[in-house]
Structures are given as structure tokens and as C-alpha cells.
């Protein structure tokens, strides 16, 4: 027997089944937030400026970004895992989502729950940046020199559980160096001290490096990828050194709330697709030393993907080296 209490609740079903389908044909229909974890002016905030413009004109409606910084990005992500599943409150983040989430537990934030991955936006590699006072100009010699009998390495990183800090890890791990890794407040606090001869080296991206390399500031023994970096080809890549394990990119995905209706992340992966095809975007990209991932990378599954698997790289490499937020 069907009562009113079950005939009201199959139409309360009934609505909620219809309301995302039509919110999504009528979406955006007004200003829509994307979130950085990190202080305006730095790599994700620089991110999503290149791209909010054009995707303001993809999706007819302003685009406006909020800078939410604290415990490595994870107060930004937590406040948009919080938001409603509507489409208007986004989230840009980078390494630091996957890292973050394993250095701050009690924040109960995990990537791959409580997020639903619109795409990819993009990735950059990072130079072996070499303070000039150290006698080596090439990777094996710069390896022989550290191992020298009395010799302690100075590896400096912008701050614990960065990107920049778990690359010199592996790296002295990867070589059997002896090394003391000195914490900055950010990167260019850290590159200062690497330029004057303080400390001996840093893993440094292109917007910051290259041209003080180009300058003969600092030198460079390695490039962090697979392959050289265009516009300093002089460069060798680390993978063709013979350590590929080390060729690590520094990504950023563009991400929704878990349970974000399937019709309104294609059309916001749609948007960022467009997006990602403009030529001014690219070259304001290009001058970051950033680059678009490839058009058959940018689907939501990639992010997905890109995402779960930073979370199984770096979890081993936290809990071994006893790595602790601070």
C-alpha cells in the first residue's frame, strides 16, 4: 500500500534527481569563486590569473579569485571540500594538495574524496639552481665535490613538505649525500642565499632561476625533467643524466567539490579547454616557464589521476624521513 508519507517522499526523489540535469543547462548564472590555498602573488595565485579572464568569457559569467592561504594550502581546500556542489566555488591547487593532505591529518582533508577533478591547467619543472662558489659545474662533479671527506652540503627549500624540500631528499638519497636542508619562508629567501654563496643549492622553477642563471649569477647542473628547458637548452635534463625518478613537475589542477553535478564539470572542463588553447594564455604561460599539460591530458579523470597518484608518491617519502608540518 502506497501512503501519502511514501508518494510525498518519491516526489521529493523525483526533484532532487531532475535539479541538478536542469541547474546544470542554466549554469553559471552568476559570479563564481576559485579559491587559491596560497598568499596572492605566488605560483597558484599567478595561475589563476592567467586563466580567469578567458574563462570569465568562456562561461559568461566574472570569475573572481580568493586567496585563502594557511597550513600549506589546506585551509584554501578545505574551505571549498566545504562549499556547496553547485559549480560557484572552485578550488586551483598544485603538489601541495596531495603533500598537504598527509602533513595536516587533523584537518581530515583527502584529495580524493572530497573533491571532484574538473582538469588539469598546468606543470613546470625546476632547476638545480648552484650557488657560483661551489667547484663543480657538472652533476657528477657537483656529486663528487659533496662527498668530499668533511664536506656538509647545504640544501636549502622553501619550507618543509614543499615540493622544493621532498626533490632535495631524493636527491641527497638518490646520491648518498651527506646534507643539511635549510628551511626558508619561500623561495626567494632561499635563492638570495644560494646567490650569495650562504648556502649551496636549491631546487628553483624557471621563473625564478633562469634568468639568473642566463646572468651568470648562479650556475645550473641539471634540469628537473625528462627533457631540457627551451629557452635554457644549455641545460641537461636530469632524466638524460641518468636519473629520471628525480624529473618531478610541479602541477596545478583545477577542482570542484565532491558531488558537483557530472553536466556542470564538463561544461567548466569545456571552459578550461578553451582556455588552455589561447595563445595569449599560452605565452603569458611560457613567460612563467609554465606550460599547458597536453590537450589529451586535461580531462577530469587526468586530474583525478594526477592527484591519487601524488598521494601514493609522496606518503612513503613523509613517513620515512619523519616529515612533521610545522
Not at 578567458?54 to 578545505?78: D, H, K, S, W, Y
Not at 638518490?174 to 632561499?190: H, K, M, N, S, T
Not at 637548452?233 to 624529473?247: D, K, M, Q, R
Amino acid at each position: 500500500m502506497i501512503t501519502k508519507r511514501m508518494l510525498a517522499g518519491a516526489v521529493c526523489w523525483a526533484a532532487l534527481a531532475l535539479a541538478g540535469p536542469a541547474a546544470a543547462e542554466t549554469y553559471p548564472q552568476r559570479t563564481i569563486t576559485l579559491v587559491t590555498g596560497y598568499s596572492a602573488g605566488g605560483p597558484s595565485d599567478v595561475a589563476a590569473r592567467a586563466i580567469v579572464d578567458r574563462m570569465t568569457a568562456e562561461l559568461g559569467q566574472p570569475i573572481v579569485i580568493e586567496n585563502v592561504a594557511g597550513a600549506g594550502g589546506m585551509v584554501g581546500a578545505a574551505r571549498v571540500a566545504k562549499a556547496a556542489p553547485d559549480g560557484y566555488t572552485l578550488l586551483i591547487h598544485q603538489n601541495g594538495l596531495a603533500i598537504g593532505s598527509l602533513l595536516f591529518p587533523q584537518m581530515n582533508i583527502d584529495p580524493r574524496r572530497d573533491f571532484a577533478a574538473v582538469g588539469t591547467v598546468n606543470t613546470s619543472f625546476s632547476f638545480l639552481a648552484v650557488s657560483k662558489k661551489v667547484q663543480a659545474d657538472t652533476l657528477e662533479a657537483l656529486v663528487a665535490w659533496a662527498k668530499e671527506p668533511g664536506r656538509s652540503l647545504r640544501f636549502a627549500h622553501p619550507g618543509i613538505g614543499t615540493l622544493a624540500h621532498l626533490q632535495a631528499l631524493m636527491f641527497v638519497k638518490a646520491f648518498g649525500i651527506q646534507a643539511e636542508l635549510v628551511p626558508y619562508r619561500g623561495g626567494a629567501q632561499a635563492m638570495n642565499d644560494v646567490i650569495a654563496g650562504h648556502v649551496d643549492m636549491v631546487w628553483a622553477a624557471p621563473a625564478t632561476a633562469a634568468e639568473l642563471i642566463k646572468g651568470g649569477q648562479i650556475k645550473s647542473v641539471a634540469f628537473g625533467a625528462r627533457r631540457r628547458y627551451e629557452a635554457l637548452a644549455t641545460v641537461p635534463s636530469i632524466a638524460e643524466l641518468g636519473h629520471p625518478e628525480l624529473a618531478l613537475d610541479f602541477w596545478h589542477v583545477l577542482l570542484a567539490p565532491a558531488k558537483t553535478p557530472p553536466e556542470i564539470l564538463q561544461r567548466l572542463n569545456a571552459a578550461l579547454r578553451k582556455t588552455l588553447e589561447d595563445p595569449q594564455v599560452l605565452k603569458a604561460y611560457a613567460t612563467l616557464g609554465l606550460e599547458a599539460f597536453p590537450p589529451e591530458q586535461r580531462s577530469g579523470e587526468a586530474a583525478a589521476k594526477l592527484v591519487a597518484d601524488e598521494v601514493q608518491r609522496w606518503e612513503p617519502i613523509i613517513k620515512e624521513n619523519g616529515i612533521k608540518a610545522q
